[in-house]
């Protein structure tokens, strides 16, 4: 069966500094990966989904990159944090048509 | 235009009501459509998949409207424990699955 696994579970970071999350996903091959994030409060806001290994889209223009470098690797990064980076992160994967399979999610707090 | 919006709510409603909620979309184009559940905090899991034909899944139906561009999802002999956020979700299709949450619907049962 497939599991999805994204870490750490919550974050507190100092304004200025870099990040990094990271998600894998077992028991699938090349699936597409999602990285969201909610502010408190608010819908689910799409960042980047990537469909392969080295394909990412960005959805929105921001503070924050991804990467995947291995097929069910994604990972989150900024260089540098700013206080409206703060939020709830939360990595998923789908095959082609299908739903959506979340891992637990980051909350990070950027102070 | 939101491409997925949802009215957010609060539906406060007593146990044993039905309720419904819609949820429209823009994309005409949308292939796969989901409902979602949210609890406080927590990452959202897959409810119900909505198909063509409209589906059924105990105390929860749910239907598109493929000509009006809606969903919608009905729950019967609503629970304390149903209380949560809904999350409508639609695919952009473009070749590939790129899932568009909207900001989701509260919904408060109470005794």
């Known amino acids: 069966s497939q599991t999805i696994h994204q870490w750490p579970a919550t974050l507190v970071q100092p304004v200025g500094s870099p990040l990094s999350l990271e998600c894998t996903v077992e028991g699938t091959s090349n699936p597409n990966l999602y990285w969201y994030r909610q502010a408190a409060g608010r819908g689910l806001q799409l960042l980047f989904y990537?469909?392969?290994?080295?394909?990412i889209s960005s959805e929105v223009p921001q503070n924050l990159s991804a990467s995947r470098p291995q097929d069910r690797q994604f990972i989150l990064s900024s260089k540098k944090l700013l206080l409206s980076d703060s939020g709830f992160y939360l990595c998923?994967?789908?095959?082609?048509?299908?739903?959506?399979?979340f891992g637990q999610g980051t909350r990070l707090t950027v102070v | 235009r939101k491409e997925v919006e949802q009215d957010p709510g609060p539906f406060n409603v007593p146990e044993g009501a039905t309720v419904a909620f819609n949820c429209t979309y823009s994309n005409s184009a949308s292939q796969s459509f989901f409902w979602y559940r949210q609890d406080c905090r927590k990452e959202p899991k897959l409810l119900m998949s909505?198909?063509?034909s409209g589906n059924e899944d105990g105390r929860f139906t749910a239907q598109l409207n493929r000509a009006s561009q809606y969903i919608s999802l009905l729950i019967r002999d609503s629970k304390l424990s149903d209380s949560a956020t809904y999350l409508c979700v639609v695919n952009d299709s473009g070749g590939y699955n790129k899932l568009i949450f909207g900001a989701g619907t509260r919904l408060a049962v109470h005794p």
């Open positions: 909505v198909y063509s």
């Open positions: 990537s469909v392969g290994i080295g394909q």
């Open positions: 998923a994967w789908s095959s082609d048509l299908t739903e959506a399979f």
